[in-house]
């Protein structure tokens, strides 16, 4: 999973990155697309994992993974307007976006205004979507009647799904608001339009506004949280990242001075994977115990295909127990003698926590 953060300058983003990511490394040097964005890889903590690996003692443990991207700022930092180039290049990989709000006063910038710092990124995102959409339609006007047969018919496609994307723009609304069908969104991927990716608005509020937090996140929810794919909530950047540098004991009483349920990467994760609609399943042998990471209702042959394409084309059948019963049977070995792990066939849809042995041919 990849996550790019955005937002206008100075709110907080690299700071907010750091907290996720607990790195000391991250400055704020990237201002206007001259530097290398900050990128750190971090692990998703499953104690499920940690258990498995107690269990099966395998020569590799390998959790899932978030990387976070900390790109640019958007527009208003005087030296270019709109969405930098650079940021959409960085931005276009990634699966969800991150949009940072300042929700703190500041010297310079005086008192902090979320929701219309909120209501600027989204329509910085409908306008740097909308240039795509025209350029891309102009050009295929003039090419449509040249073309014959297959290629024709794929930018039918493209053209009816940007004229669907068009007048949505126009009204404000995001791409990921516009219903398409298979052939349409499949038209239009290449894109990687902004406002086309899920996106968990962070209200970062200082250390004297952190009572203020739920009030701000519901306010912004309200203005720009209303379209499908989309979430406000709220971080203490500052705050969470000193925390984020602390090790143990002193990271847990910090955490509970502040009233925080768990360290920022944690929550953030969490968000994420509600934003996305994930879940995870587990493999566990003598060699590797590993998360994966899947979209709610994928099948037993798509979850397969995500360890291996092999692994989805010559599906067969599907070992899988839950986790919790693997643990109270003490192995699989143990749960099978007792008719506990089920084999399930190719419409078998997965849930959280299965732990799956795939059975295929190639
Ligand atoms: N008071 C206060 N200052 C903050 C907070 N978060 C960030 N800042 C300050 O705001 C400035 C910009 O932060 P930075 O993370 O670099 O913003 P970016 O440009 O969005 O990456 C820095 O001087 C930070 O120290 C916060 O929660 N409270
Ligand atoms: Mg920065």
């Not at 099966?56 to 180039?85: F, L, M, N, Q, R």
């Not at 001075?257 to 609609?277: C, K, Q, T, V």
């Not at 879940?279 to 003598?286: E, H, K, M, P, V």
């Not at 067969?316 to 007792?338: H, Q, S, T, W």
Request: charged share 25%; proline share 4%.
């Amino acid at each position: 999973m990849e996550i790019a953060l955005l937002g206008l300058p100075k709110s907080g983003k690299t700071t907010i990155f750091n907290a996720l990511t607990g790195s000391t490394a991250a400055t704020s040097a990237f201002a206007s697309g001259k530097a290398e964005p900050n990128i750190a890889i971090v692990k998703v903590p499953d104690e499920r994992v940690g258990k498995l690996s107690e269990m099966y003692t395998p020569k590799k443990t390998t959790y899932a993974t978030v990387k976070y991207v900390d790109v640019a700022g958007i527009g208003g930092d005087g030296s270019e307007h709109g969405v930098p180039e650079a940021l959409l290049q960085h931005v276009g990989k990634s699966d969800a976006l991150i949009a940072v709000v300042r929700g703190f006063s500041d010297d310079m910038q005086g008192a902090p205004n979320p929701v219309s710092d909120a209501e600027s990124i989204h329509m910085e995102m409908v306008f740097s979507d909308m240039a795509k959409v025209e350029n891309r339609l102009a050009r295929i006007d003039k090419s449509i009647g040249k073309i014959t047969g297959r290629e024709k018919d794929m930018m039918v496609h493209e053209k009816d799904a940007l004229e669907k994307i068009k007048p949505a723009l126009e009204s404000n609304l995001p791409v990921r608001s516009v219903e398409l069908s298979e052939e349409e969104g499949k038209s239009i991927r290449g894109f990687q339009f902004l406002t086309a990716k899920p996106t968990l608005y962070i209200v970062n509020v200082g250390e004297d506004g952190m009572a203020d937090g739920p009030s701000l996140a519901a306010k912004v929810r309200e203005a720009v949280g209303g379209y499908p794919g989309t979430m406000a909530e709220w971080f203490a950047g500052e705050v969470e990242m000193e925390i984020a540098r602390l090790d143990g004991d002193d990271r847990t009483m910090f955490l509970s001075e502040y009233g925080l349920e768990s360290p920022a990467g944690e929550r953030m994760i969490r968000l994420s994977y509600d934003l996305l609609g994930y879940i995870s399943f587990l493999t566990a042998g003598a060699d590797e115990v590993r998360a994966w990471t899947i979209i709610k209702g994928s099948s037993a042959p798509q979850a397969a295909g995500v360890i291996h394409s092999d692994f989805e084309r010559g599906f067969i059948r599907a070992e899988v127990i839950g986790f919790d019963c693997l643990m109270e049977y003490n192995g699989f070995a143990n749960a099978k003698k007792a008719g506990k792990v089920r084999l399930e066939g190719k419409s078998y849809i997965m849930s959280d926590g299965d732990v799956v042995n795939f059975l295929f041919s190639v």
